[in-house]
């Protein structure tokens, strides 16, 4: 028979907690919900990654189809090249989006596209054989219901960091700052720090937001990607990126495995 004594000593109870919460989460049950701007009931997510295979890259999508962005729609497939990337993350959007509305049983209102930052010639090439493909398909299939569309481009390799000065120390600054003017280039961009640090420096995200045809207010945008940084099932706090970009990676990395074995 296992203590109480037994598991606190062998630091067994967290162990045997965290594998609870996991046990809970894939029966599709909520741990729990990030406090959301308001109005953004119909708004949802999708996150794309790549995992590099030895013969073909495996691309991972996962979406948000609920109100609370909890609920997860995911798929993965394989490409060879750049253009059956932009026409996959096409289909997988659409998939995504159709996802959302069985469920609830409206249209997405907005939609907000993350992926991992690329070069900016390529940042064109997502404008131009991505986004504009995937609008003339939004119209085709929802008409005037068609939803709008924010790409937000996350750079996690910063060279940045940041600090605060106060009593002849310099610190850390805390998590949830959000630094949007002094330093940024002359797209819709912003860093923020999501993670706090008690040693070496912060490693804040650059996001940049490469296309949007959305009403969406820069302050919601920014507030709701912080607190997508809490929406990640493996861990209580906050993480470096928004849940749904980690859930993402993980999707590509896994399957890549499986798929390439």
Not at 41 to 57: H, N, Y
Not at 194 to 218: C, F, M, R, W
């Amino acid at each position: 028979m296992t203590t109480e004594a037994t598991l606190r000593k062998k630091n067994l109870q967290s162990i045997a907690t965290k594998i609870l919460l996991q046990i809970i989460a894939k029966r599709g049950n909520t741990l729990w919900v990030p406090k959301v701007p308001s109005g953004l009931t119909t708004t949802m997510m999708i996150a794309f990654e790549g995992a590099q295979g030895p013969k073909k890259t495996t691309l991972g999508m996962c979406a948000t189809i609920n109100s609370t962005f909890s609920s997860i729609f995911s798929r993965t497939e394989q490409y060879s090249n750049v253009s059956e990337k932009f026409n996959l993350m096409a289909s997988l959007s659409l998939k995504a989006i159709d996802a959302y509305s069985h469920r609830n049983k409206e249209v997405p209102a907005e939609v907000i596209i993350l992926n991992s930052s690329t070069s900016g010639d390529q940042m064109i090439m997502f404008q131009e054989y991505y986004i504009k493909p995937l609008q003339v398909k939004l119209k085709e299939v929802y008409n005037e219901k068609t939803p709008s569309l924010t790409m937000v481009m996350v750079n996690v390799k910063t060279s940045e960091r940041f600090f605060t000065e106060g009593d002849q120390n310099v610190r850390n600054v805390p998590a949830g700052t959000l630094i949007a003017s002094e330093i940024v280039s002359n797209y819709y961009d912003f860093y923020v720090v999501s993670q706090s640090s008690n040693k070496g420096a912060t490693l804040p995200n650059h996001y940049k937001v490469i296309y949007s045809d959305s009403k969406l207010e820069e302050g919601v945008l920014q507030e709701l990607i912080f607190s997508q940084c809490f929406n990640y099932v493996n861990w209580t706090g906050s993480i470096k990126v928004p849940g749904i970009l980690q859930y993402a990676e993980k999707c590509a990395k896994f399957n890549s495995e499986v798929l390439e074995n």
